[in-house]
């Protein structure tokens, strides 16, 4: 999740190219589970004026940017979404360790 204020009143326009920014930036470095899925929500703060809230669905880290454990590895990190309402989510992974 990614925060945003705007004190400027921001256009629509404007906002699109910020999420798809958004998205671009992460999806370097994450699958992106499904763009249909990314939601922009907007808040009011008495001290920060409207606030966005950019939600991003992300399956899996890309295999280059995973750390490695000392003793061993995780790889294939996967996250899936298992309810709207819950703020439920599954993560399944591979660990590896080498032998010693």
């Given amino acids: 999740m990614i925060l ?6 921001v256009s629509d326009d404007a906002k699109r190219k910020i999420v798809n920014n958004i ?10 589970e499904s763009q249909d899925k990314v939601q922009l929500s ?5 001290d920060l004026g409207t606030v966005y809230s950019v939600t991003v669905p992300v399956r899996r880290v890309k295999p280059e940017y ?8 995780i790889t294939n990190v996967e ?3 298992t309810g709207d309402s819950s ?3 599954d ?3 591979d660990f590896f360790i ?3």
Avoid: H
């Fill in 87 to 89: 703020g439920s989510v």
């Fill in 42 to 46: 907007v808040s009011t703060d008495p």
């Fill in 4 to 9: 945003f204020s705007d004190r400027c009143a």
């Fill in 79 to 81: 996250y899936k979404d």
């Fill in 23 to 32: 998205v671009s930036a992460l999806s370097d470095f994450v699958e992106i």
């Fill in 66 to 73: 995973q750390e490695e454990d000392e003793v061993g590895m």
């Fill in 91 to 93: 993560v399944t992974f």
């Fill in 98 to 100: 080498p032998n010693e």
